[in-house]
């Protein structure tokens, strides 16, 4: 009862530490994010009035607007978490996924990783659905990771949305090989991260399943199958 109580007083502490360092990175990308999306429109208004059209220049330029908003988002979200002051609304869930495919998908193609997704069903859903994307986000980094830090041939994620009477289903899954017992043991923890730590903090898990546990009523497993692994997102429907 001691262990867990203090266990508990631990978890806050981290989550008061968490909130800070959320309101620092907001207040300190503000304005860099701004500046960018100022120097795009300079840039394209350059380019409009010499006349000059290059689509590939065109196609880039929106995709830095779209990531620098994705980014100004994602940083709302999780202040949004830690606020607990949004509103839910009511979406359609296969827009939510490919918000979030399309947004992970550039940096999935420079690395040759293939991605499949079965967005089949049509599912509209309420729940907060930018923080649904963000969960998306991490899955699918971890997934590219994990493909990565092996070398994986034929590298490829599938992402599915299937339904039952009771939930939507969500499930992330990637050919790397699959996780040993002792990192599946530890996999949700705060902090533990098999990374090097200049290239993650072990919060992106941790983050994900208590967003999902907390927020959105939902549930986080991960099991491994055929020759890797599978995140499993449950949604409630009512």
Request: charged fraction near 25%; hydrophobic fraction near 35%.
């Amino acid at each position: 009862m001691f262990d867990e109580i203090q266990r508990e007083k631990i978890d806050a502490e981290k989550l008061d530490s968490l909130k800070s360092m959320m309101d620092n990175i907001a207040h300190q990308w503000r304005q860099p994010l701004s500046q960018i999306n100022s120097s795009v429109s300079m840039i394209d208004k350059i380019l409009y009035d010499k006349g000059i059209n290059e689509p590939l220049i065109e196609e880039k330029l929106l995709e830095i607007e779209a990531l620098t908003k994705y980014m100004s988002n994602t940083i709302d979200d999780f202040r949004g978490y830690f606020a607990q002051n949004t509103l839910k609304t009511k979406a359609n869930l296969n827009e939510t996924l490919q918000d979030a495919i399309e947004m992970f998908k550039p940096g999935l193609q420079e690395k040759s990783i293939t991605l499949k997704a079965n967005l089949m069903i049509d599912a509209q859903h309420e729940c907060y659905h930018g923080e649904l994307k963000q969960i998306i986000i991490v899955l699918l980094n971890n997934a590219k990771d994990a493909l990565l830090n092996r070398n994986t041939y034929n590298a490829k994620i599938e992402l599915e949305l299937t339904e039952n009477e009771s939930e939507y289903l969500i499930a992330i899954c990637d050919n790397a090989g699959g996780i040993t017992k002792s990192v599946m043991s530890k996999i949700f923890e705060p902090y533990y991260t098999t990374k090097h730590k200049s290239q993650g903090t072990g919060l992106g898990l941790y983050m994900a399943k208590k967003i999902l546990n907390e927020r959105l009523d939902g549930s986080l497993n991960v099991k491994n199958q055929n020759d890797g692994s599978c995140f499993y997102i449950a949604l409630p429907k009512e």
